[in-house]
Nanobody
Framework: QVALVESGGGLVQAGDSLRLSCVGSGSTFSSHAMGWFRQAPGKERQFVAAISRSGIGTNLIGSMEGRVTISRDNAKDTVLLQMDSLTPEDTAVYYC????????????????????WGQGTQVTVSS
């Protein structure tokens, strides 16, 4: 099992950037593919970005396409989500997710693919 803790959320203004962090513990972080999702009140959870266990593969074709970058540092058991040009529509709770991956390059883009979730970090973007 892996425990995930997100941080970096907060209140920002439209046009600002924000970087979210997710730290894993309890298992071999480098064996896990990682993903970021978000959920706004009254809406379904949306895929934001994903990265393979090695960092070689990424998928950024999600709800924030063109405005996000995902990276990871396996030495620090950390995955980062850089978000730029934020708008009020980006207001949501952002979740980090993990799953054991059989290959070093596989990425996963649906919530059901993931086994472990963090508690989420709130991002609020004011206009």
């Amino acid at each position: 099992q892996v425990a995930l803790v997100e941080s970096g959320g907060g209140l920002v203004q439209a046009g600002d950037s924000l970087r979210l962090s997710c730290v894993g513990s309890g298992s071999t972080f480098s064996s896990h593919a990682m993903g970021w999702f978000r959920q706004a009140p009254g809406k379904e959870r949306q895929f934001v970005a994903a990265i393979s266990r090695s960092g070689i593969g990424t998928n950024l074709i999600g709800s924030m396409e063109g405005r996000v970058t995902i990276s990871r540092d396996n030495a620090k058991d950390t995955v980062l989500l850089q978000m730029d040009s934020l708008t009020p529509e980006d207001t949501a709770v952002y979740y980090c997710a993990a799953r054991v991956s059989p290959t070093h390059h596989s990425v996963y883009i649906t919530a059901n693919d993931y086994d472990y979730w963090g508690q989420g970090t709130q991002v609020t973007v004011s206009s």
